[in-house]
């Protein structure tokens, strides 16, 4: 059997091991350390940030992010329905009700149209929304300039879900820092990694110093244990931060590569009717976490669909996925209220995500390629 090229593999960096062994050496196994404040600053420095908590996981983060806003059991939180589902499982840890809102077509991201639509039904119907969770899929910014015009307009906070996004950015300002709280997130799949592990940025210092507080437990200033508060274990471990530290040696370095590798497809693949590419609209850069296409039947040869794309390449060992099934159609939410046009439904018909980890080969590249061509021809 061939090799298998993987979607999104872990690419370490070469120094990685240099700040993990001095981990070991200086018997910093345990949470909390000297490298999570040094990966905090070093996260600050690349996007632009005053304030940073390194956690365990993305997912946590928007959960904290939400306790942080006085999200409690009852209320509505507005969520994009396109994206995985740890953006919108969080609400329900609180108790709360997401509300799920449609995709544009410009950056398959939260719609403001529709946006503006869900909060002013809501206000009617008595429950004014008490966040907005805007995601930035594969990379590619969201709308942020007329989400956060929208959210100042009724005055509700955003909380950013960049996890896939960093290294993106809109006219220059890194993805993460538009919103009141960001969210990062560093899984295995992701542009760089910690393993596992996310990150809660804000300009607000408070919002971090408390999110470092429930993080680790919410221990009271105490020679004993003490609580007076309901904490969470989410603080990321020392181990973990020292991967994280080598990661960001080489993050600009990755996204280059992604790019690359979504240049490479996009050019391949040009001439082939009913395949599609996302561009970045103007001012907007994408680190092309994934590489993604849009397969429409009704253009292809023989009405190859993007099932048929799919199947061909996991006969190859080429794993791909479609894009994500949004989260108004999962069965775990599917009694909750949606404001859309069937945007993101088409698609998750239509979509596919090629292999784009940035340590995929030119051999790895063309492998994928000869397939998509094969049997589009």
Known sequence: MKDKIWLSSPHMGGREFEYVKEAFDTNWI???GPHVDGFEKDLCNFIGASNAAALNTGTGAIHLALILLGVEAGDEVICQSFTFSASANPI?????????VDSETDTWNICPKHLRIAIKDRILKGKKPKAIIPVHLYGMPSKMEEILSIAGEFEIPVIEDAAEGLGSSINGKSCGTFGNLGVLSF??????????GGALISENEAFIKQARFLATQARDNAPHYQHSHIGYNYRMSNVSAAIGRGQMEVLQDRVKQRRLNYDFYANALKDFAGIFFLPEPEGFFSNRWLSCILVDATLTNNGIAREDIRLAMEKENIESRP??????LQPVFEASDFYGDGTSEKLFKQGLCLPSGSNLTRE??????????????
């Open 323 to 328: 894009l994500w099934k949004p989260m108004h």
């Open 30 to 32: 345990a949470p909390l």
């Open 187 to 196: 899984n295995g799949n992701k542009i760089i990694t910690t393993s596992g």
């Open 364 to 377: 790895d590249l063309n492998r994928v390629v000869t397939v998509i061509e094969k049997i589009l021809q």
């Open 92 to 100: 329900v840890y609180q108790g709360a009700i997401p509300i799920f």
